[in-house]
């Protein structure tokens, strides 16, 4: 499956977003699929996740940041609200068939969010 990651850009505190990861493939809605970000010099870190059990989130983004699916479109969102300085970064979409590691990774979009 091939990710293409889009919706950065520059936003003000407070402010929201709505990233998209458009998938290629029939069988996309097998897949669990995952947002992470990286700040430069730094791990890649986990955001929010979805499969067929449900959602889950990092207690940084929780109650701020929601993840969503639609199948028929192979495309999976994350809508943030109430963005902070401290989520800027570039955010990665990542696929994978069960658990273990994803393997799959779109190319990151940037997220500023100005003070």
């Known amino acids: 499956v091939q990710l293409q990651a889009s919706g950065g850009g520059l936003v003000q505190a407070g402010g929201s977003l709505r990233l998209s990861c458009a998938a290629s493939g029939r069988t996309f809605s097998s897949y669990d699929v995952g947002w992470f970000r990286q700040v430069p010099g730094k791990v890649r870190d986990f955001v929010a996740g979805?499969?067929?059990?449900?959602?889950s989130y990092a207690v940084s983004v929780k109650g701020r940041f929601t993840i969503s699916r639609d199948n028929a479109k192979n495309t999976v969102y994350l809508q943030m609200n109430s963005l902070k300085p401290e989520d800027t970064a570039v955010y990665y979409c990542?696929?994978?068939?069960?658990?273990?590691?994803?393997?799959?990774w779109g190319q990151g979009t940037l997220v500023t969010v100005s003070s």
């Open positions: 990542a696929a994978r068939l069960g658990p273990g590691e994803y393997r799959y």
């Open positions: 979805i499969n067929r059990s449900g959602t």
